[in-house]
Each structure stands twice: as structure tokens, then as C-alpha cells.
């Protein structure tokens, strides 16, 4: 008999099924999986046309500089450390010949002809090095244009940037197929339509 207490009751236990929260972790993973699956090659592409558009950005510069060069000297750098590296007398244009004591005077008044350091030893892009010189011409000169190279270039990288310089189909950017991968690309700095009277 029971006299005007509580009654004691025994908790009762709550049970969760075993590994009921495992398959939700397993779903979870393998939808980020799927996503970062799908997402990767985006992101690859797009970090490859952002490298292209860097190197891009850069041979513009250079093609400026030889468009000023050539206004100002009555002639084109035969090396691309030319823009911005003081000229002296064994320098050579894009003809192969010597400058003179008056192109190094003019030079000096008017240089630098980039705004981007310039190296003997060429100048990296995001892409690869652009080789310091420029192939020459022969002379006398026809109006041919001028190209600055990029040597070790992967086949990639250079698709890519003849599609974000050219769409794909103008000529500014060449190129050779690539052979282990590589291949040297050459980027015309000035068309024949804007050397002047067959300048070197």
C-alpha cells in the first residue's frame, strides 16, 4: 500500500539504432566529392586564362615599347632589355647592326619605352620567359614583322593565350605543335603595317 508519497518511477532509456548518423556522413562526402569533381576543371581552366591574360597583359607592354622605340629612334631594339636598359654603341637594332652615338643620345632622352622591368636575361611571364632577343631581319630590310619568343612553352598554356590574344583564329600568337609538351611561341610585337619605311 502506497501512503501519500510520490510514486518512483525508473527513467526510461531513449535507444538511437546504432550507425544511424554514419550513412549521413557518407552521403555528405560524397556530395562534396561530386561537387569539388565538378567544379575542379572550371577552376583549372579558368586559372590557366587567368595566367594567359597575365602573360597577355605583358607582351602588350613590350609591343608598346617597340611602337615608341621605333618613333623615337628611327629603328627597333634588336633585344627586348633595350626598353628599359640603357643602349650603348654594341647594341643592335632588329637588322643586326650597330647603334650609334646618336641613338644612345636619343635613347637617354626618351627611355624608358616599358613600364616593366626589362632583363638580359629575359623576362618571365606567368606563362614563361620571354627570350631577351628579338630574331633579326634581314637587311636590307623588308617589311616583315617582329616577334619576341617564348621558348618551353606547354602546348596548354599556349593555346591559351593565342585564344585570349586572338580568339583562337588571328596570328598575332604562333606557334609550332608541341613536342613533350612544349613548344616556343612567337608573339608579333609589330605587324609589317606599322613598321615604317622598311625600318630595321
Known sequence: MHLGGSQETTPQRRTHPRGYALPWIILTVAIIAAIAAF???????????????????????????????????????????????????????????NMSNGDVTTWAANAPFAPIYTSTNGMWTDIGRIRDSVPFRSYPPVKTPIYVELPGVSGEDAAMLKNVVDNGTGDTVSFAAAVNDTTTVRYRVLSSGIIVNNRC
Open 39 to 97: 567544379v575542379a576543371p572550371a577552376l583549372t581552366t579558368l586559372d590557366d586564362r587567368t595566367r594567359a591574360s597575365n602573360s597577355a597583359t605583358q607582351l602588350r607592354l613590350i609591343a608598346a615599347g617597340f611602337v615608341q622605340f621605333g618613333v623615337a629612334l628611327n629603328q627597333y631594339p634588336g633585344r627586348v632589355s633595350q626598353l628599359a636598359l640603357p643602349l650603348t654603341t654594341s647594341d643592335k637594332n632588329t637588322c643586326g647592326q
